[in-house]
């Protein structure tokens, strides 16, 4: 591929000093970035040192690393001598481990996974209740604490507390602020005050972290910028090993992130990004005025990539538009600054990626009654759009998880295949459920449901019911498909008679004569000899008998590597708890919180994600980033998931809190900034309602942006002039209205 404007530039004429590449979307950064390191390497001009990149995904690690190697090797260049390709973490990893005695006494830490940490916080949570019960409660509306919703109101609060102290801390940290400073600069707080929880909390966790010899990732960033700082020595080895520092994502840095990497770069930083798909600031540290500023540089050189292949130019004009309308007509002023004005211009005419092209105008948009009548109506569409295009990509962006389970819901009662890209998703937690599914059946073999469950879950990948969706109605199909008949027939007729017939095979007087000579049926009549097998191996040794089913299931490198760590963990936990039976080991694997999925996650991110044909993608606005689809669906834009005026509904907002504390993130966030100097003097939780809508606008632009050819927008209305009235959201009814404008356009022509 040819380069484009700012492209060249970038590969042409950079040879050092501060540079600043602010990106639009499919503008082909990395692609850029990973061609400029292969000129760079192929000239020498990175002696003496390295060229470091440094991303935010494992994904995108791998990707940079595989383009690179790719680029080198059309120079007849073998090898990654000269390059170092690491997510912020492995870098800040990298530096603790060189020495390991400056921050803690035992070399022997670990860091912590998600799963784990959540646990310590909630038990030091649980630890601080027992002292300051009162102080809990006291941030719930009274008329709760003396309700019949007092339990639940109990647990929502509970839950939502640990996640703010996570905030609080990852807050501290980014500062460097340690546990015992934090302490020191709330101590004159009042007793409600959130901080001061938080600085509580902060040392109960710590203490447990060092007990346990874990680091979290706060940690890293906290203690390698702290071993930078105070060892002359350690950072001159770094300096000395990186000729050149490029941070890809830039736009997703943090305070401490940045500190590092320009105290580790000296005077040759190259950063990369986008501030209009900054969408991570309300629940990270990260802060797009980070790379903003240092684009405004005077040492910093820019270089613009404008130019995208990505969308259709009907989509370009869209998200054109979009941006136009928040900077000059958003009805916050404040909020103008959200989106920078970045347009997006399609390739020219002699760019061998063309911009894609539809026989028809390929956007619409659409308001339905209600929640429940937007989901079918999605995913009614985005079926009939994969039967019209068969060989295009689709996918269902969604803003939250309650509505993504309707979602889910819909394409599962009508057959659809979908791959959801979640971290408790069945792509990622697969393998760990097909073991979960087949231990289930081997500890109670005689059950025709677990039977049935693990045939449907383990060995029926194929569709064997052609969906029909009603053109008036929007309903789930009634008629039972051959799925279902096989699923009653196993768990009606006895397990002992159809794994081990008296005659050598099932008397076909019993079978149901829809599934006798289908294909469902001789799917699965040609598993019973493994399903056998399972039941005849040694179940003792459990660890065995894991790696056994990944043998015999024929498992792929990534499924193996998560066999290898579920037989791992169990050898270990069955010594802990003698008494767990293969029954306990599989309620484990089938929890959909099982302690397995952040390594399972770990392992399929590392693989990377590409969109398949035939196959909706259901995922949320978040998940989408850096990804895209020929045929997008954007749902749920209503006035709670994408605010635009300071009035709308706002899900930060806690309605079982007392006012002064709906908003806690937002007190947490002014109360940190007064203690650190930082505060402007406004109003917390109007500034919070500021930065919501802002970054909201920008999650709306990242999701328009992710498709290709074909996008649908859609929202709803309903209970219209009732107190509980959910409105669709304000930059859906100005989309709308561009898009009929635009379309009347197409049709006069």
């Known amino acids: 591929m040819g380069l484009r404007k700012g492209q060249k530039e970038l590969v042409e004429q950079y040879k050092g000093g501060y540079c600043a590449v602010p ?46 190697a790719a680029e080198l090797q059309k120079r007849g260049i073998v090898g990654g001598k000269d390059y170092v390709v690491s997510t912020i973490h492995g870098l800040c990893l990298q530096i603790i481990k060189d020495k390991p005695d400056l921050i803690i006494a035992n070399e022997e830490f670990e860091i912590i996974d998600e799963v784990n940490k959540y646990r310590l916080i909630s ?9 300051y019960e ?52 709330c101590i004159n707080l009042s007793q409600d005050s959130i901080l001061k929880c938080a600085a509580e909390v902060y040392a109960l966790y710590d203490r447990r972290l060092k007990v346990r010899g874990y680091l979290d990732f706060d940690d890293m960033l906290f203690n390698a910028k702290k071993m930078l700082m105070e060892d002359e020595s350690l950072l001159g080895k770094y300096r000395k090993k990186y000729t050149y520092v490029c941070e890809d994502e830039a736009q997703d840095s943090n305070l401490i992130q940045s500190e590092i990497l320009t105290m580790i770069a000296g005077e040759n930083l190259l950063r ?20 903003k500023e240092f684009c405004d540089h005077p040492k910093t050189v820019v270089y613009h990539i404008t130019q995208s292949s990505r969308n259709s130019k009907e989509i370009i004009d869209l998200a054109n538009y979009f941006v136009k309308y928040v900077r000059e007509s958003h009805p916050v002023p404040p909020c103008r600054e959200s989106l920078l004005p970045q347009f997006i211009e399609p390739v020219g005419e002699d760019d061998e990626r063309k911009n894609p092209t539809t026989p028809e105008y390929g956007i619409k948009a659409g308001i339905f009654n209600s929640w429940e009548e937007e989901a079918r109506g999605i995913v009614k ?20 998880s309650w509505k993504m389970r309707e979602i889910i819901r819909i394409l599962e009662s009508w057959g659809i295949p979908f791959e959801q890209l979640d971290n408790t998703s069945r792509e990622k937690n697969s393998t760990v459920r097909t073991l979960g599914r087949i231990i289930d059946f081997i500890a109670l073999p005689e059950s025709g449901e677990k039977l049935s469950e693990m045939i449907n879950e383990c060995f029926l990948t194929d569709r064997y019911d052609d969906v029909e969706i009603s053109d008036t109605e929007l309903e789930t199909p009634k008629r039972d498909g051959q799925k279902e008949i096989l699923s009653k027939f196993l768990k009606s007729y006895p397990v002992e008679k159809i794994l081990y017939p008296l005659g050598g095979e099932m008397d076909a007087k019993e079978v149901p004569v829809e599934l006798l000579h289908s294909k469902i049926w001789h799917d699965f009549t040609g598993k019973l000899d493994l399903i056998r097998d399972f039941l005849e191996f040694p179940s003792t040794i459990v660890e065995k008998l894991i790696l056994y089913i990944s043998e015999k299931m024929n498992f792929g490198r990534e499924e193996r590597a998560i066999a290898q760590k579920v037989a791992g963990d169990v ?12 029954s306990d080991l599989a309620l484990e694997l089938l929890n959909p919180k099982n302690m397995f999925n952040f390594f399972a996650g770990i392992v399929w991110e590392l693989k990377g994600y590409q969109p398949k044909p035939g196959v909706v993608t259901a995922a949320t ?32 907002e ?52 992710r498709a290709k050819e074909y996008l649908y927008l859609s929202g709803f209305h309903m209970n219209q002039g009732k107190k509980n009235e959910v409105l669709p959201s304000g930059y859906l009814i100005q989309l709308k209205s561009y898009i009929e404008e635009v379309n009347k356009k197409c049709f006069a022509i």
């Open 23 to 68: 990106a639009i979307p499919g503008g082909g950064k990395t692609h850029c970035l990973s061609l400029w390191a292969a000129e760079m390497i192929s000239q020498g001009l990175n002696r003496s040192g390295k060229i470091l990149i440094v991303t935010y995904m494992n994904t995108a690690v791998n990707n940079f690393k595989q383009r690179i």
């Open 123 to 131: 038990d030091s949570v649980d630890e601080w209740k027992r002292k």
């Open 134 to 185: 009162d102080r809990f409660k006291s941030f719930i509306e009274d008329s709760y604490l003396s309700s019949n919703q007092i339990t639940q109101v109990y647990k929502n609060w509970h839950d939502k507390f640990c996640s703010i102290m996570l905030t609080a801390m990852g807050a501290f940290k980014t500062r460097g602020i340690n546990s015992k400073d934090a302490l020191e600069k």
């Open 272 to 291: 990369v990004g986008d501030s209009n798909q900054a969408i991570c600031g309300s629940f990270t540290s990260s802060d797009f005025k980070y790379f």
């Open 381 to 400: 569409e985005a079926w009939n759009m994969m039967k019209k295009f068969p060989d295009k990509t689709v996918a269902v962006l969604i803003p939250t």
């Open 571 to 582: 050898r270990y936990l069955m010594n802990q708890e003698p008494n767990w039976r293969l």
């Open 621 to 652: 606005y978040h998940k989408s980033k850096g990804l895209e689809w020929d045929i997008v669906f954007l749902g749920g834009l209503n006035f709670a998931d994408f605010p635009v005026d300071l009035n709308d509904k706002f899900i930060g």
């Open 654 to 705: 806690y309605w079982f809190l007392k006012e002064d504390f709906k908003n806690p993130q937002a007190v947490l966030k002014a109360e940190i900034q007064r203690i650190t100097g930082e505060n402007k003097g406004g109003d917390p939780v109007m500034e919070s309602k500021i930065e919501t809508i802002s970054e909201k606008a920008r999650l709306l632009y990242v999701g328009i942006t």
